[in-house]
């Protein structure tokens, strides 16, 4: 079964700063890939996905993740946070029918 | 708003008493899916719809839970003799295809 890992638990920057978040799935082959994010009181939210092609993907919001698949990785970027891109970010994966999310990465934005 | 739709937001129960949540998925959405998340986790998945049929059902799904979608449409999810190590989020979740769209979640609460 795949198994996903988030590096960060917390992030705090300041407005401005350039953001990754580190997301490593366990296995290989085809995957399908996620980031959701949930801001405070809200549902999670689909930021973008990965399925095949170009593996620079662009999402809502600025954001942009890139799939390397030699490393199993899927690292969520923006090169400029806002303090409203204060949230909780979860990385998934798919396997079978369900999502395998990481324990999420809480980043604070200072103003 | 024609999101997925959870009730009730909030539930407190004291040990041993019976809960039961509902989730009204989107409105073309054939497969439903619930999760639970606890603190400081992402989202672990419990069960999988489609249409009525449930079609997988996780390890985490104890004999005390069990959750139905009678026409398809909505899902409830029961939790009998409720423990306190039960207390958790309780998402849900629905899709046409591969990406799933989040319910805001039931947080249940057990004294």
């Known amino acids: 079964a795949q198994s996903v890992s988030q590096h960060n638990h917390h992030v705090i920057l300041s407005e401005a700063a350039s953001l990754e978040l580190g997301c490593n799935y366990s296995?290989?082959?085809?995957?399908?890939l996620f980031w959701y994010v949930q801001y405070p009181g809200q549902h999670l939210q689909l930021l973008l996905k990965?399925?095949?092609?170009?593996?620079l993907v662009k999402g809502i919001k600025g954001f942009e993740a890139e799939f390397i698949k030699s490393k199993f990785s899927f690292n969520l970027r923006k090169p400029s946070v806002q303090w409203s891109d204060t949230a909780e970010y979860f990385c998934a994966v798919r396997d079978g029918n369900k999502l395998v999310f990481g324990a999420g990465t809480i980043l604070r934005v200072k103003s | 708003d024609t999101g997925v739709s959870q009730d009730p937001r909030h539930k407190i129960t004291k040990r041993g008493q019976n809960v039961t949540f509902r989730c009204d998925p989107i409105?073309?959405?054939?497969?439903l899916y619930w999760y639970r998340q606890t603190l400081g986790q992402g989202p672990e998945f419990l069960t999988y719809f489609q249409n009525e049929a449930q079609l997988e059902k996780s390890r985490l799904l104890s004999d005390r839970f069990s959750a139905e979608r009678p026409k398809g449409s909505f899902s409830t999810l029961e939790i009998q003799r409720t423990e306190q190590g039960d207390s958790a989020m309780y998402l849900c979740?629905?899709?046409?295809?591969?990406?799933?769209?989040f319910g805001a979640g039931t947080r249940l609460s057990v004294l």
């Open positions: 979740a629905s899709s046409f295809g591969v990406v799933q769209y």
């Open positions: 296995y290989g082959g085809t995957v399908n």
């Open positions: 990965y399925f095949s092609g170009d593996p």
């Open positions: 409105s073309e959405h054939n497969r």
